[in-house]
């Protein structure tokens, strides 16, 4: 069938196989380029087939050689209808491992749950015998807790005030002003059960009971941080509730189980997580243009390189005051926010191509499921149905 994009407020709700293969190994040629001896050799990725965890694994693969192992909840192609990106991705991604030699298999199936974490434990024991690296890098807006079966779901507002601020409707270029109430007590609670660190605690607990942690094993879970003009709707919100939190488990994992835990603060893209929240596409648009035009513009296989080759395997850890390591660094510039600011007030609809880059992030919203791809045929008749190449449905 051809396959054309269908966009509906901040999701696409196609994606294009060839489109994703082109995505993927777009990174995997970055991280072939910046290979480094002395990394991980065994790694599990929580949260493998987008974003950060999917840049995490092509660097663990590719850059260091690593046998990976990724889990996710993806969507496969039904009734000739298409999979979703994260799908085809991950199809792509095992192709192109099976290419060149290395082992890959990908489990397919709700991560919250204990049957995902079984399969899992035993895919490790059968294949790899132990893990050395752990990277947990779920997004998802609902979790149902496997001690009770309740099912929690998440929420993106404020914990003080009402907040009001710029916005932009991506998908009519549109900035506007946008009204966020507070959260209760209950939404706050909920958040942080389903994006805080209690899940990883989980994962990291029945790896270390089932033997499958390597001595010196290593695991990260992502966050993010921001300039002041967003914390009210994450960093001081119900988000950054839950981050919090996962600054806590970080330290329970590192004091029960022995094994190094890290919260590694990373910069602003544009993934399928990122793209729903308020307020963050007007300021990832600014942020573009100005890193953009200092050289300093990094993507997701950039950061993930970066924080491998020059944080957890080459250089140092750099962590800041809190333990956390930051690979925003360069985000958080004080002359690169300073530009970010300055043009915040001044951004309106009329100047919005002007004054940022919301045309790379139109860009990079449509290469997340495919689109926009330089050498893909768009009008084409390509086969939607790809199997997983390690048979996992």
């Not at 046998?67 to 000739?80: A, N």
């Not at 099976?98 to 049957?115: L, M, P, Q, T, W």
């Not at 900035?175 to 989980?202: F, R, Y």
């Not at 001081?236 to 029960?256: F, L, M, P, Q, Y």
Request: include cysteine; charge should be negative; hydrophobic fraction near 35%.
């Amino acid at each position: 069938m051809i396959v054309k994009p269908r966009i509906r407020g901040f999701v696409c709700i196609t994606a294009h196989p060839q489109g994703c293969e082109a995505n993927v190994r777009s990174e995997i040629e970055k991280a072939s380029a910046a290979q480094l001896e002395g990394g991980p050799k065994k790694v599990l990725v929580i949260g493998a087939s987008t974003g950060y965890g999917l840049s995490s694994r092509i660097t663990a693969a590719f850059s260091h050689g690593a046998d990976t192992l990724g889990v996710f909840f993806e969507r496969p192609s039904m009734k000739g209808k298409p999979a979703s990106a994260g799908w085809y991705n991950s199809v792509a991604f095992e192709k192109a491992a099976h290419e060149s030699g290395r082992y890959a298999k990908s489990i397919n199936g709700d991560a919250f749950s204990n049957e995902i974490k079984e399969q899992t434990i035993q895919a490790i024991k059968d294949d790899l015998g132990q893990v050395d690296l752990v990277i947990y890098s779920l997004a998802s807006p609902r979790r149902t807790d496997p001690s009770d079966g309740e099912t929690y779901k998440s929420c993106l507002k404020p914990l003080g005030d009402t907040y009001t601020n710029r916005t932009l409707d991506t998908d009519k270029g549109v900035v506007s002003e946008v009204s966020i109430e507070t959260a209760t007590a209950e939404e706050t609670e909920h958040t942080v059960k389903v994006m805080g660190g209690e899940d990883w605690e989980l994962w990291m607990r029945a790896l270390a009971d089932a033997g499958c942690l390597a001595d010196g094993a290593k695991t990260v879970a992502y966050s993010y941080v921001g300039p002041e003009i967003t914390w009210p709707v994450y960093t001081n919100g119900t988000i950054g509730a839950a981050k919090k939190d996962v600054e806590r488990a970080a330290a329970a994992i590192h004091s029960n189980h022995g094994c190094e835990a890290y919260v590694s603060v990373n910069k602003a893209v544009v993934t399928q997580a990122s793209s729903a929240i308020p307020v963050v596409p007007l300021y990832i648009s600014i942020l573009f243009k100005v890193m953009k035009a200092k050289g300093t513009h990094e993507g997701c296989i950039e950061q993930m390189i970066r924080l491998f080759n020059e944080r957890l395997y080459g250089g140092g850890l750099q962590l800041d005051e809190d333990g956390r390591i930051r690979v925003d660094d360069l985000e958080m510039e004080p002359d690169v926010q300073g530009e970010v600011a300055a043009i915040w007030p001044e951004i309106q609809t009329e100047n919005l191509d002007e004054r940022s880059d919301f045309a790379g992030y139109r860009q990079d919203f449509l290469r997340c499921f495919g689109f926009g791809i330089e050498g893909v045929d768009y009008e084409a008749d390509v086969e939607v149905e790809l199997p997983l190449p390690s048979g996992n449905q």
